[in-house]
Nanobody, 120 residues
Framework: QVHLVESGGGLVQAGGSLRLSCAASGNIFSINAMGWFRQAPGKQRTLVATITRGNTAVYADSVKGRFTISRDNAKNTMYLQMNSLKPEDTAVYYC??????????????WGQGTQVTVSS
């Protein structure tokens, strides 16, 4: 099994910064695309940013220019640098990874989530 663990969430004032990390562990064979999603109370989970194994990144319009996604394939870790945070960025942030095992079986993995709260 492969597990994803997020870290780095917390409480920050508007205009501040946080850096989230997502570490994959376990029986890793090949991690392909990875991404960050977020879910605010009473709302659906939405995409924040994704990144391919080759480091091509795509961002939601709401975070473009403020957030930067990156990954370290050697460490099986992904990051989300969040700058100029706004109260509307408050949500639980989830890590997602597409994994293929040695038999070619695909699975979409999720972390447990980390809370980000931005105060005004």
């Amino acid at each position: 099994q492969v597990h994803l663990v997020e870290s780095g969430g917390g409480l920050v004032q508007a205009g501040g910064s946080l850096r989230l990390s997502c570490a994959a562990s376990g029986n890793i064979f090949s991690i392909n695309a990875m991404g960050w999603f977020r879910q605010a109370p009473g709302k659906q989970r939405t995409l924040v940013a994704t990144i391919t194994r080759g480091n091509t990144a795509v961002y939601a319009d709401s975070v473009k220019g403020r957030f930067t996604i990156s990954r370290d394939n050697a460490k099986n870790t992904m990051y989300l640098q969040m700058n100029s945070l706004k109260p509307e960025d408050t949500a639980v942030y989830y890590c997602n990874a597409d994994h293929t095992d040695s038999r070619g079986s695909y699975s979409s993995l999720w972390g447990q989530g980390t809370q980000v709260t931005v105060s005004s």
